[in-house]
């Protein structure tokens, strides 16, 4: 089946605005996971969605937001965006068990400007 | 709180030699264990995963990993390394406790030299 998607592949903001990005998981996954990737950092893990419902939160500021469909398809939005955003944004899918893994899309490269 | 660490940010080997690639964690319970490769441009695969049972767990492209609780560690090996292997790893954590949040090391950046 196919694995998980993300989109746009790439994407050049300016300070200040807003952007926002997509995943789509792996069908019939119902959790999704959100991690910002930057060299020396690491993933730092952003947020993840459950049956539409963010059940778990990293320490990012409330300009990181995100939400979940009803599809399990999941967004994740950006404001007021600062230099320091510059990363590789990742999302993981899985079924949602606790012991089960998460299979990660290949991610969008954000670079502001 | 719970936390990986990689010590070796970057290691060399050569072509056909052994690999093995620390991972320690910090947490009282019985973690959820994961190793990730990433290709440069792409997301992250798994490589492997030990929930329970026998601590020796074999994975995709030759790997294998051992849990020490004893250590507190989740080391990767590979007994021949190939030039394709050439990547960043990851370890990766996740707990009963926690719910569905994995914790990621920084990650080890293998050059393998031919």
């Known amino acids: 089946k196919a694995g998980v998607t993300q989109t746009p592949r790439y994407l050049i903001k300016t300070r200040g605005q807003q952007v926002t990005l997509s995943c789509s998981p792996i069908?019939?996954?119902?959790?999704v996971s959100w991690y910002q990737q930057t060299p020396g950092q690491g993933l730092q893990f952003l947020f993840e969605y459950f049956s539409e419902t963010q059940r778990n939160k990293g320490n990012f500021p409330g300009r990181f937001s995100g939400r979940q469909f009803s599809n399990s398809r999941s967004e994740m939005n950006v404001s007021t965006l600062e230099l320091g955003d510059s990363a590789l944004y990742l999302c993981a899918s899985s079924s949602g068990q606790l012991n089960q893994p998460q299979h990660f899309g290949d991610g969008t490269r954000l670079s502001i400007l | 709180a719970q936390s990986v660490t990689q010590p070796d940010i970057h290691i060399t080997v050569s072509e056909g030699a052994s690999l093995e690639l620390r991972c320690n964690y910090s947490y009282g319970a019985t973690p959820y264990l994961f190793w990730y490769v990433q290709s440069p441009g792409q997301g992250l695969q798994l490589l492997l995963k030990?929930?329970?049972?026998?601590?020796l767990v074999q994975g995709i492209k030759g790997f294998e990993a051992e849990f020490k609780r004893s250590q507190s560690s989740f080391n990767l090996r590979k007994p021949s390394v190939h030039w394709s292997d050439a990547a960043e790893y990851f370890c990766?954590?996740?707990?009963?406790?926690?719910?569905?949040?994995?914790?990621f090391g920084t990650g080890t950046s293998l050059t393998v030299i031919p």
């Open positions: 030990y929930f329970s049972g026998d601590t």
């Open positions: 069908s019939g996954h119902r959790s």
């Open positions: 990766a954590v996740g707990a009963l406790e926690t719910g569905n949040q994995f914790y």
